[in-house]
């Protein structure tokens, strides 16, 4: 027994295929999405809980994978003497292209972080491959640095995705041909 609600039968011939299609096309359609913070769009620790000096830092970047455009390094800063979070710290960051390029360079704070124990950089990365990023905190108990490595990649482009998804729209319109011949030879006979 079919479902009058499910079937596709009591539409229209090309009604059916329309429905599909513009389903479909909606599936396609881009969405505007923006990296501004850990976690969004995935985040990596590059330094986990490490002894640097007279503090323990936690360093992650985001999005993953960073991609040309904005990057986010995300720091915590843990006095080694109390185990307590340092909320006075003045953070520092680096991000040299080892290519060669201009150096970018910001201060980390609260306000980025949406936290009062988090400090956040946001920078607008220009060029893919090997950037050395450097952390700097300074406070009371005294300066601490650590230094690594990321990679920035491509990213997707408007040409690849357009090339993942044909063989997909091809198939959508192969069956929804199919269906409507289906419906119409059915019409006929009826």
Not at 85 to 95: E, F, H, M, Q, S
Not at 126 to 135: I, L, P
Not at 171 to 177: E, M, S
């Amino acid at each position: 027994m079919k479902l009058p609600l499910l079937s596709l039968q009591f539409c229209r011939p090309g009604l059916s295929f329309v429905i599909a299609l513009l389903l479909f096309m909606t599936l396609l359609m881009p969405v505007a999405v923006q990296a501004i913070g850990p976690g969004t769009g995935g985040s990596k620790i590059r330094v986990s809980d490490e002894r640097v000096g007279p503090y323990i830092l936690l360093v992650a970047t985001s999005p993953l994978p960073v991609t040309v455009g904005q990057m986010s390094v995300w720091v915590r800063v843990t006095d080694i003497h109390t185990n307590q979070l340092r909320r006075d710290a003045i953070v520092t960051i680096r991000a040299t292209p080892r290519e060669g390029g201009e150096t970018l360079m910001a201060e980390a704070s609260h306000k980025n972080a949406g936290n009062d124990y988090d400090y956040v950089a946001h920078f607008e990365v220009q060029s893919t491959g090997q950037w050395d990023v450097t952390v700097s905190v300074t406070g009371e108990p005294g300066q601490a640095e650590v230094a690594f490595t990321e990679t920035v990649t491509q990213g997707l482009s408007l040409g690849l995705l357009l090339s993942l998804a044909i063989p997909f729209i091809v198939l959508a319109i192969v069956v929804g041909i199919y269906l409507w011949r289906r419906s119409a030879a059915g019409a006929q006979d009826s």
